[in-house]
Nanobody, 124 residues
Framework: QVQLVESGGGLVQAGGSLRLSCAAS????????MGWFRQAPGKERAVVAA????????YTADSVKGRFTISRDNAKNTVSLQMNGLKPDDTAVYYC?????????????????WGQGTQVTVSS
């Protein structure tokens, strides 16, 4: 099992940038696919981006394509989400999630373990 802790959320003005990080503990991280999801008030949790175990394949939601980039460092047991050009619609709680086996997946039910989330608020 892998435990996940997100960091890097906060308040930013529209057009700004944030970098979210997810620190993983557990011996299976390097073989796990990882994803970032977000959930705004009154909305369902939805995928933002995902990456397979060796970074060869990634998925990015259309709503953030060209603005957000997912990456991972298996040596440091971290996965990151670089968010540029932030918009008020990006305001949400962002969650890191992992799944085994390590193929990319884009739905909530495909993921086995979750972090507690970090709040991102974008002001207009």
């Amino acid at each position: 099992q892998v435990q996940l802790v997100e960091s890097g959320g906060g308040l930013v003005q529209a057009g700004g940038s944030l970098r979210l990080s997810c620190a993983a503990s557990g011996r299976t991280f390097s073989r796990s696919a990882m994803g970032w999801f977000r959930q705004a008030p009154g909305k369902e949790r939805a995928v933002v981006a995902a990456i397979n175990w060796n970074s060869r394949y990634t998925y990015t939601a259309d709503s953030v394509k060209g603005r957000f980039t997912i990456s991972r460092d298996n040596a440091k047991n971290t996965v990151s989400l670089q968010m540029n050009g932030l918009k008020p619609d990006d305001t949400a709680v962002y969650y890191c999630a992992g799944r085994d086996p390590g193929q990319v997946a884009a739905t909530v039910r495909d993921y086995d373990y979750w972090g507690q989330g970090t709040q991102v608020t974008v002001s207009s």
